[in-house]
T-cell receptor, first 113, second 112 residues
Framework: DVKVTQSSRYLVKRTGEKVFLECVQD?????MFWYRQDPGLGLRLIYF???????EKGDIPEGYSVSREKKERFSLILESASTNQTSMYLC????????????FGSGTRLTVV | DQQVKQNSPSLSVQEGRISILNCDYT??????FLWYKKYPAEGPTFLIS???IKDKNEDGRFTVFLNKSAKHLSLHIVPSQPGDSAVYFC???????????WGLGTSLAVNP
């Protein structure tokens, strides 16, 4: 069974901390994505990557960075966590064209206090 | 400007009845549409999809209808079950684009 694994289900961090969210997929997918989901705002794309060491900004990249050193791993970094980054973070991977759809991880519920 | 719109934030249906979730799009380049289902505290899971060369796709209790001239698609769930209560997202893809464009979701409540 194909899988996208996010390292933590729940995280609580303090304002100003540097936060790392890890995502690993075992499907050899080219594409990986980081979204955040907030009530009433749907899925908002933060960053995505089509290849190793490649990244592109999504719709809301401010306050975030990413790293993709290996094909299977895509990390989201909050450089200095703020309370408005409290959210559900979802990692997804996909093969080639978007028509093939995405496989999502279970999500990380991040609370910044 | 939203290219994929789900105009109903929520929908409530009785168990056993039909649920109809709607999705409108503005970009005529979209050639593939997908529906995802999301439970609280979980990631979205793929439900059903349709190519723009078709007008209907069916999988068990789930049917998606596509009206290209109206740029409208709908997901029908028959019969609705309490376990169908979730948020449903409509997404669209275009050509060789690797990114899906998402609607804001519709929260479906199926009441026993």
């Amino acid at each position: 069974d194909v899988k996208v694994t996010q390292s933590s289900r729940y995280l609580v961090k303090r304002t100003g901390e540097k936060v790392f969210l890890e995502c690993v997929q075992d499907m050899d997918h080219e594409n990986m994505f980081w979204y955040r989901q907030d009530p009433g705002l749907g899925l908002r794309l933060i960053y995505f990557s089509y290849d190793v060491k490649m990244k592109e900004k999504g719709d809301i990249p401010e306050g975030y960075s990413v790293s993709r050193e290996k094909k299977e791993r895509f990390s989201l970094i909050l450089e200095s966590a703020s309370t408005n980054q409290t959210s559900m973070y979802l990692c997804a991977s996909g093969a080639g064209r978007s028509n093939y759809g995405y496989t999502f991880g279970s999500g990380t519920r991040l609370t910044v206090v | 400007d939203q290219q994929v719109k789900q105009n109903s934030p929520s929908l409530s249906v009785q168990e056993g009845r039909i649920s109809i979730l709607n999705c409108d799009y503005t970009n005529s380049m979209f050639d593939y549409f997908l529906w995802y289902k999301k439970y609280p505290a979980e990631g979205p899971t793929f439900l059903i999809s349709i190519s723009s060369i078709k007008d209907k796709n069916e999988d068990g209790r789930f049917t998606v209808f596509l009206n290209k001239s109206a740029k409208h698609l709908s997901l029908h769930i028959v019969p609705s079950q309490p376990g169908d209560s979730a948020v449903y997202f409509c997404a669209a893809g275009a050509g060789n684009n690797r990114k899906l464009i998402w609607g804001l979701g519709t929260s479906l409540a199926v009441n026993p």
